[in-house]
């Protein structure tokens, strides 16, 4: 749950109160179309959620008669109409216009007490074609802990009951005075409960929320705390985000360029745009690299079966003849870590890599104890052009240079001049078709198991990806519409008062 509510706050709100002088990592809009598919989600989810729940009892009367009514429960619901459109910028953020039509029944049981006399029964209740009519904003705050965190405000609001009818069981004298009450209880409650429930509960929930996602297997983090206040561009809504990556518990703000984002108004035909720029994936580099997770150990069982390790058996031989007199037919390790952090440069053309790091070289002795023998200093750059197949990012790699030196060694007179032969044809014969052979299948967006993308593209410029995308069906934004409950599978807040 906790991946769709950040989905969603990522894709519907901004904030901005780490200041507007911070360029943003990444932004984010959401386009009409995109409203719509939320809309469609939002009315599907409460649809299936608010049917069979159940209602606090309600009571009153006066010095003559009293009344309650209990074990109530909805027994319909539908929104046959829930349109949100996207208004110009206001004195508190980006308006947003609501809409909506809705019907519901409520079933339930009676008592009521007139003058000592108790009568009881069942009661049905519904309400037909209600419609509301809303218009909030979206601003930005700073939140508890620090970071610009969404706000949804309060502006106007106008609600019609439309057709209210009551049904109880042996009285139906009464089933109009009921239906009068309830109707203008509606009519005159609903939308101080809607506002409410706005400046109460839903500010004290965004005010709560971290900004923060898991980035790489709870290792990193992912922060996405807004930076400006939401802007209107051709009827979407436009974010800026820190887009920063940090270790997580271990948070260090980098100081790397941010590129710029060239405003591009024209982004409206798909549902979602994200822009991506290479500080996000540069202040990855830096925290893995801080946290030392760029660190693997190479042996026997991570190469291809036809691959040998084995001192006194091909490629180890000939690289490191050495190697292979002083300690024969014995395996071989590498450990590859990096040297500094690595880098990502994107542009028109192509995404290029850069990877400085060191290979520390081991040999496993007859008593099983392992035995340093030499360092290597590596700087290999790749470059790689991407794209999308279905809910996979793709990638064409290409190589573009290595260079390999000889740091320290405990071997004298070691040399490296045939390892470094068959670095460049092992790269382009064996590494970068691999790569390549793995990128035509594609690695899955992270996140996004819960629906399915359509007409998607990676558009690469300078400094950033830019993705857009279209969404067929699926469950994203759902966690946005989870109603609180009581302590009794209640909603609040729901307590209307009937006179």
């Known amino acids: 749950m906790d991946r769709l509510i950040f989905w969603s706050m990522l894709l519907l709100w901004s904030s901005s109160t780490s200041g507007a002088h911070v360029p943003p990592g990444m932004e984010t ?14 009315v599907k ?3 299936s959620m608010v049917i069979g729940k159940s209602l606090p009892g309600q009571s009153g009367g006066s010095t003559f008669y009293s009344y309650e009514a209990y074990d109530m429960y909805i027994s319909s619901f539908s929104v046959p109409t829930l349109n949100v459109y996207v208004k110009d910028v206001t004195s508190t953020g980006v308006g947003l216009q609501v809409y909506a039509v809705a019907n519901v029944a409520v079933s339930g049981r009676y008592e009521v007490w007139i003058v000592g006399i108790h009568s009881s029964g069942t009661l049905h209740a519904t309400i037909k074609s209600a419609r509301l009519s809303m218009l909030l904003s979206l601003n930005t705050t700073r939140g508890d802990h620090g970071q610009g965190v969404p706000l949804i405000q309060y502006n106007q609001c106008s609600f019609d009951s439309g057709s209210v009818s009551v049904y109880l069981s042996g009285h139906s004298k009464w089933d109009d005075g009921a239906a009068d009450k309830v109707a203008d209880a509606l009519d005159k409650q609903t939308c101080s409960q809607i506002a409410s429930m706005i400046k109460g509960r839903l500010r004290r929930m965004m005010l709560e929320q971290t900004m923060k996602q898991p980035f790489y297997q709870g290792t990193l983090e992912l922060d996405y705390s807004f930076l400006t206040q939401p802007s209107s561009i051709n009827g979407s809504i436009g974010m800026k985000h820190k887009g920063e990556v940090y270790a997580a518990n271990y948070p260090r703000m980098t100081s790397l360029p941010v ?8 982004c409206v035909s798909k549902m979602f745009y994200v822009w991506i720029t290479d500080f996000l994936f540069n202040s990855a580099g830096c925290a893995a690299h801080d946290r030392r997770l760029l660190r693997y150990t190479l042996s026997q069982k991570d190469v291809p079966p036809r691959m040998s390790l084995n001192t006194s058996q091909f490629p180890i031989n000939v690289m490191f003849p050495q190697v292979a007199s002083m300690y024969p037919k014995m395996m071989m390790q590498f450990t590859v870590y990096s040297a500094v952090p690595p880098q990502v440069n994107t542009t028109k053309a192509k995404m290029t890599s850069y990877v400085y790091g060191y290979i520390d070289a081991a040999v496993t002795l007859r008593n099983n104890s392992v035995k340093y023998l030499f360092t290597l200093s590596s700087n290999l750059s790749m470059s790689f ?12 790699a290409m190589f573009e240079s290595v260079t390999l030196d000889l740091v320290k ?11 470094k032969m068959f670095l460049q044809p092992a790269m382009k014969n064996y590494v970068i078709p691999e790569l390549n052979r793995r990128g035509k299948m594609g690695y899955p967006l992270p996140g996004l198991e819960e629906f399915s993308l359509m ?9 950033f990806l830019k993705v857009g995308t279209d969404v067929s069906s699926g469950q994203l934004f759902t966690g946005l519409f989870t109603l609180h409950q009581g302590a009794n599978n209640h909603y609040v807040p729901t307590k209307f008062k009937f006179k």
């Not at 052009?385 to 064409?396: D, E």
């Not at 007409?455 to 400094?463: S, V």
């Open 385 to 396: 052009n991407l794209g999308m197949k279905r809910q996979n990012v793709t990638w064409i």
């Open 45 to 47: 989810k409460m649809e």
């Open 455 to 463: 007409n998607t593209n990676i558009t690469q410029g300078d400094g």
């Open 409 to 419: 060694s405990t071997i004298s007179g070691l040399k490296i001049d045939k390892l």
């Open 259 to 266: 590129p710029y984002i060239p405003q591009d108004r024209s």
């Open 29 to 42: 809009r959401i386009t009409q179309s995109g409203l719509d598919f939320v809309r469609n989600v939002a």
